[in-house]
C-alpha cells in the first residue's frame, strides 16, 4: 500500500468537497432561497467521493474494492476528528457515512478497469 498516494488522493477529496460547498453556498446565497435546493450538500459528498476513489485506483492499476474502501475510511476518520475537535460528538452518525461507502467502492472498481491514455499513439 502506497501512504503517500492515498493521502495524496485525500487530500484532493478534501479539495474537492470544500470546492463544492462553497460553490454551492455562493449560489444559494444569492441566486436561490428554495430550501430544497440543499439537497446538493447531500448529493456532492457521494460524488466526489466516487471520482477521486476512481481516480485514485486508476492511478494504482490494481485492487479498487480495497482502493475505494481505504479512502472512505480517511475520509471517515477526518469527518470524526473534526466533529470531535469541534465538539459535535451528538451529530455522529456512523450509518449516515457507511452510505458513502458503496460510492466510493465503485469508484474503485470502475477505476481500475478503466483504459489509461497511452502516450505517444
Do not use: D
Request: charged share 10%.
Amino acid at each position: 500500500m502506497n501512504i503517500g498516494r492515498l493521502l495524496r488522493y485525500s487530500l484532493y477529496l478534501i479539495i474537492l468537497l470544500l470546492l463544492v460547498f462553497l460553490l454551492l453556498t455562493l449560489y444559494m446565497y444569492f441566486f436561490s432561497s428554495n430550501p430544497t435546493a440543499e439537497i446538493a450538500y447531500t448529493i456532492s459528498i457521494p460524488v466526489c467521493i466516487f471520482i477521486v476513489a476512481l481516480l485514485y485506483s486508476r492511478s494504482t492499476g490494481e485492487r479498487g474494492l480495497l482502493r475505494g474502501i481505504e479512502l472512505w475510511i480517511v475520509y471517515f476518520a477526518l469527518v470524526l476528528l473534526m466533529k470531535v475537535a469541534f465538539n459535535f460528538t451528538q451529530e455522529i452518525n456512523i450509518l449516515h457515512n457507511m452510505l458513502y461507502l458503496p460510492a466510493s467502492i465503485l469508484g474503485g472498481v470502475l477505476g481500475v478497469n478503466m483504459k489509461q491514455k497511452s502516450v505517444g499513439k
